[in-house]
Every structure is written in structure tokens, then in C-alpha cells.
């Protein structure tokens, strides 16, 4: 079973429309849980940072995170076409960063 | 610009060849993360070295080593190659310290492999 599951999408939505990208993770004793977004195969930068459960919000993007039913969430509100990109969530466990597979995310003008 | 430094950005070579990827991390992190990315699997977990020594492997290949030297950088040194590890090499960098701080990675822009 992989750590981290995530529907790949793709996924594409109008202009100023709510996205919603969900992640399940498998072991409940993770705590750190990321958002990391990537832009046309570049590097991956950090766009979210939570620790064990609750929301977490900065700007347009909110964070939450579900231990109950170890599910991770990240919503993007008024989205913009420059939020164009591959949402991949994470967890840290065992030294190491476990990626879900990314979600493609295009929004349109 | 992240910090962490990778070359060469691209790379093509023919496959029984060896290659070696270089990263040098963000100023000041000890930690460094090597990850691969092709169009099926996603990013996958190869190695990390904290302050020159092994701590955690993932899927890394036999044909795969890394290392990281007392000056903090890291080489990916890819042997025997063949088409299937054709991919991106991600490296990463993290810093010290408990929440926000050792499990934070910061990534580089990646070095492209083909193998033809």
C-alpha cells in the first residue's frame, strides 16, 4: 500500500471557481503533511506546511488536515490561471518526503 | 532561485553508460534528498544524507550511489543505464531542528536524463 494516495486528475476548472484536491495517506502515527506545487516539470516549491490535524490558511489556500479519517485537503479559492499546475501533497515519515502522485490542475481564463 | 544548486540541467547519453549528477544544498542545510520523477511513477524517493552519512533509502537501484561530501554537496552516480531511467533527478535540502525545519524540503530545478 502506498503511503500517500492521490487522484491524478487532470482537473480543470473556470476562472475564479474553488478547486478541491484530496489526498488519503495510509499510517496514522504521520504528524507533518505538505502541499507542494510543481510548474511544467520544474521543481517542486513548498505551498503548504501543516502540522498533525486542523486547517491551515494563507491567502487563497487552505489546508486541512483530517487524522480521524486520515484524509489531507487543499482548496484554492477565486483560482487564477496562474494556479496552473501539478498539486502533489506529502508526508514526512522515517526521514523521508512520500509524495502522492499530483493532481494537474488547469485553470481557464 | 531555491537555493539548491543542480547540474547539468540536461543530460544525454546511450544506455550502458554512467553518469554523475551534482547538487549543492541551500546555505546551511545539512540534509540532502535525491528523488526521481518520470511520467509514470511520479516522484520517488531514491536516498538521504544528513552531515555525510546515509540515513534514510528508498527504491535507489544497485546500479544507483550517492554521496555527500564534507563540504555538504551530493553526487547521484548513475551506472550501466538503461532507457527506463530516462527521468528527472530531483535533489532537495532541508535544515535542522524539530517542525518547519528538518521536514521542509526545498527542491532544485532538477537535472533531465535521456538515455537513448
Known amino acids: 500500500q502506498k503511503e500517500v494516495e492521490q487522484d491524478p486528475g487532470p482537473l480543470s476548472v473556470p476562472e475564479g471557481a474553488i478547486v478541491s484536491l484530496n489526498c488519503t495517506y495510509s499510517?496514522?502515527?504521520?504528524?507533518?503533511f505538505m502541499w507542494y506545487r510543481q510548474y511544467s516539470r520544474k521543481g517542486p516549491e513548498l505551498l503548504m506546511y501543516?502540522?498533525?490535524?486542523g486547517n491551515k490558511e494563507d491567502g487563497r489556500f487552505t489546508a486541512q488536515v483530517d487524522k480521524s479519517s486520515k484524509y489531507i485537503s487543499l482548496f484554492i479559492r477565486d483560482s487564477q490561471p496562474s494556479d496552473s499546475a501539478t498539486y502533489l501533497c506529502?508526508?514526512?515519515?522515517?526521514?523521508?518526503?512520500?509524495f502522492g502522485a499530483g493532481t494537474t490542475v488547469t485553470v481557464r481564463a | 532561485d531555491s537555493g539548491v544548486t543542480q547540474t547539468p540541467k540536461h543530460l544525454i547519453t546511450a544506455t550502458g553508460q554512467r553518469v554523475t549528477l551534482r547538487c549543492s544544498p541551500r546555505?546551511?542545510?545539512?540534509?540532502v534528498y535525491w528523488y526521481q520523477q518520470s511520467l509514470d511513477q511520479g516522484l520517488q524517493f531514491l536516498i538521504q544524507?544528513?552531515?555525510?552519512?546515509?540515513?534514510a533509502k528508498g527504491n535507489i537501484l544497485e546500479r544507483f550511489s550517492a554521496q555527500q561530501f564534507p563540504d555538504l554537496h551530493s553526487e547521484l552516480n548513475l551506472s550501466s543505464l538503461e532507457l527506463g531511467d530516462s527521468a528527472l533527478y530531483f535533489c532537495?535540502?532541508?535544515?535542522?531542528?524539530?517542525?518547519?525545519?528538518?521536514?521542509?524540503?526545498?527542491f532544485g530545478a532538477g537535472s533531465r536524463l535521456t538515455v537513448l
Open positions: 532537495a535540502s532541508s535544515g535542522t531542528g524539530g517542525a518547519g525545519g528538518a521536514n521542509v524540503l526545498t
Open positions: 499510517n496514522s502515527a504521520f504528524q507533518y
Open positions: 501543516t502540522y498533525s490535524s
Open positions: 506529502a508526508t514526512y515519515n522515517d526521514y523521508k518526503l512520500s
Open positions: 546555505s546551511g542545510d545539512l540534509s
Open positions: 544524507y544528513y552531515n555525510g552519512e546515509e540515513r
